[in-house]
Each structure stands twice: as C-alpha cells, then as structure tokens.
C-alpha cells in the first residue's frame, strides 16, 4: 500500500469514531443534551444496546476465525504486565497519594465503545466478533486491577473483592459474551424477527456511546492537566501500545489480529476509570483529565500508529 493510500485508509477507520466523540461535546456546549441524558444514555449502551452487539456479533462470526488463543492470552497477559510495568513506574517518579490513579489511568483503555468501533470500522464483523471477545476477556482483568490499586493507596475504600466479584459475575457485557459463545459453537439458530430487532439495537450502541463520551469531556479540564496526568496519558498511548506491538511481533501475530491489537492497547483511558476514583474516595480530578487527555491525544496517536503498521505492511 502506498504511502497516500495508506493515510487516507487510516483517515476513514480513525475520523468517523472520532467525529462522533466531536459531536457529543458539541451538542453538550450547545445544550441540546445534558448530564442527565448522559447518564442514561451511558447507562443503555451499558446494560442494554452493547451487551446486544456483541451478542450478535459472536454467534454470527465464524468462531474458527474469531477465537484465537493465542491472540487472547497474549492480549489478557500483556494487560496484567502493563498494569504492573506502570505501578513500578508510579512508585518511583510519584506521589504516594497519585500512584493508584496514575496506575489505573496507564493501564485501562476503553475497549467496550471507542476500541470495538475502531475495530468495527477497520474489519467488519471480523472486528466486532473479534474485539468483542477481547473486551469480554479483560474487563474483568481490568476492574479487578483497579480495585487492588486504589485499595492500596485509598484511606478509604469504598467498596471490597466479594463486592467486586458479586459486580464482576452481574457485568451485562461479560454476561453477553459468556451466553454468546455456546450459542454460536451449538449453532443455535434464532428467530429472523429476533435478529432483526437486536440488529436495531445493538446498532445503536457505538454512536450512542460515541456521543455519550463527547459530553463528558472538558477543554477546560485539558488545559489545568497536571504533570502526572501528562506522564499517564504517555504510557497509555504511547509505551503501552509500542510495547505491545513489538512483544505480538515477536510471537509472531501479524494481519488483522495485530491490527486489533494495537487498537486496543491504545485507546484512550475508561470513563469507568473516574467512576472507580470518585467511589474509592481518590483523586477524580486527576483521572477525568487522563481521560480528557487521552481522549483527544488518541486521535492522532491511533491514526499515526495505524498508519505506520499499513505502511510496513504489518495489519
């Protein structure tokens, strides 16, 4: 692919999710939503619309193609390395007070909406089947993390493990994904009406999601960024992912599974990641802007990546 061809190709995949993240904060400076429609908005692609797309996208993706241990275990073990490569990193360059929120900002992505429509948007239904699983496989890795490392350096936690594992076994998108698969491995055919329905649904999930996440961010919360919310938007768009890429080369994934990969590894902080902070009494301030920062710096750290990894020839 040539140089031209390449960046126009990363334009298409990168601008259409981002453009939507651009409309949900206008709309919110204009007015037309508000807190209150953000809030259950968030909460139906939560509980209801994205539970419903990766349903689908699993039982109507070729399992052969879609479930890839080797792809998997290498996205869940690299999640738990880099949880562990960035608390190291915390305890030598920052507060004691900050290291559980820089810890949880440099690790977590936010693979259930902005991950998954950029895999949608590259790959199809291979993306969406294939990121599904990947978001199913890590959330629980990714909470039960954020839980011991706010716990360690919270004077006041607010909640404990049975309470997690009680959320954890609740969690609407791992309940999708667990039902999904033996549907799709028994070859369970449902109703063309039901289908039909669910395909409305689920449909709804990415933009909705999209728009949810442009109204909660805040210009005014970029500018007053701190350096530690600098150094942690860093680590997750840049060292992460570039760690993560060269360590699946090395095993050799390449194509389309590298493709999805990266994506992951560098989409920007969880909002979930602020909701933690708040309930275990830390630094909020601190992880809505490594949300804000991450979220408009990964425009650009996405595409030049994509970019880079379709020039080389490598997805």
């Known amino acids: 692919m040539g140089l031209l061809a390449a960046f126009t190709h990363t334009l298409e995949i990168t601008l259409p999710v981002f453009l939507m993240v651009f ?7 204009l007015g037309w939503i508000d807190s209150h429609f953000i809030t259950t908005a968030s909460m139906l692609v939560f509980k209801v619309t994205m539970p419903t797309l990766l349903f689908l996208s699993i039982i109507q993706a070729d399992l052969d193609r879609a479930l890839q241990p080797k792809l998997i275990g290498y996205f869940v073990g690299y999640t738990v390395l880099s949880f562990f490569l ?21 690790f977590r992505a936010n693979n259930g909406i902005v991950g998954l429509a950029l895999a949608a948007s590259q790959y199809g239904d291979y993306g969406l089947s294939v990121g599904g699983i990947l978001a199913g496989a890590v959330i629980v890795i990714y909470n039960l993390f954020s839980v011991i490392i706010l716990s360690l350096y919270s004077d006041e936690a607010a909640t404990d493990l049975r309470s997690l594992a009680r959320n954890l076994a609740k969690n609407p998108l791992i309940l999708s994904v667990v039902f999904a698969i033996p549907v799709a491995l028994l070859r369970i055919d449902l109703p063309g009406w039901l289908m039909t329905s669910g395909g409305y649904l689920g449909a709804m999930s990415l933009p909705l999601g999209l728009i949810c996440i442009g109204g909660t961010l805040s210009v005014t919360a ?25 360590g699946a080369l090395a095993l050799g994934i390449e194509g389309p599974a590298l493709g999805i990969l990266f994506l992951y590894l560098g989409c920007p ?13 830390s630094n909020d301030k601190l992880a809505a802007n490594i949300i804000v920062i991450t979220t408009f710096a990964s ?3 996405l595409s030049l990546g994509l970019f880079v990894l379709k020039w080389l020839g490598l997805v």
Do not use: N
């Open 269 to 281: 902080g969880a909002a979930a990641s602020f909701v933690m902070a708040k309930a275990f009494k």
């Open 23 to 29: 409309l949900g904060l206008g709309l919110k400076r």
């Open 299 to 301: 425009m650009f750290s």
């Open 86 to 106: 960035a608390w190291a990193w915390a305890v030598w360059r920052h507060p004691f007070a900050e290291r559980g929120i820089f810890t949880q900002g440099a």
């Open 222 to 246: 970029f500018k007053s960024s701190s350096v530690i919310a600098l150094d942690a938007s860093l680590w997750k768009l840049v060292w992460v992912p570039l760690l993560g890429v060269l």
